[in-house]
């Protein structure tokens, strides 16, 4: 029911800062959450971000990403986004936009059933 186009990655450098978009067409009621997630080739597919669409919309994130990215959202436009700042080549990956409903593995693949086809995010030092 739910589509999702993610926008906004490409190559930066160590200590750069860029924001990904993910807009979502179709429904996306109160009962989601949205989250990014990011793979490499060879590793599985990691939850670094996600926030609860619904009231006290309440987001989460991995250790690996905490105090450098932030993930928010703009219901009105049914966009989420997310803030990289102090980006790190480690950080260099395929970056998803995923939706689920009633989430409560909040970074689980395993709770969204619905993918963007991704944004490569590329940092150089």
């Known amino acids: 029911q739910v589509k999702l186009v993610e926008s906004g990655g490409g190559p930066v450098q160590t200590g750069g800062s860029l924001r990904l978009s993910c807009v979502a067409s179709g429904s996306l009621d109160s009962s989601y959450s949205m989250a990014w997630f990011r793979q490499v080739p060879g590793n599985e597919r990691e939850g670094i971000a996600s926030i609860y669409t619904g009231p006290g919309g309440s987001s989460y994130y991995a250790d690996s990403v905490k105090g450098r990215f932030a993930i928010s959202r703009d219901n009105a436009k049914a966009t989420v986004y997310l803030q990289m700042a102090g980006l790190k080549p480690e950080d260099t990956a395929m970056y998803y936009c995923?939706?689920?409903?009633?989430?409560?593995?909040?970074?689980?693949?395993?709770?969204?059933?619905?993918w963007g086809q991704g944004t490569q995010v590329t940092v150089s030092s």
């Open positions: 995923a939706a689920g409903r009633w989430v409560a593995d909040h970074l689980g693949r395993s709770e969204y059933n619905t």
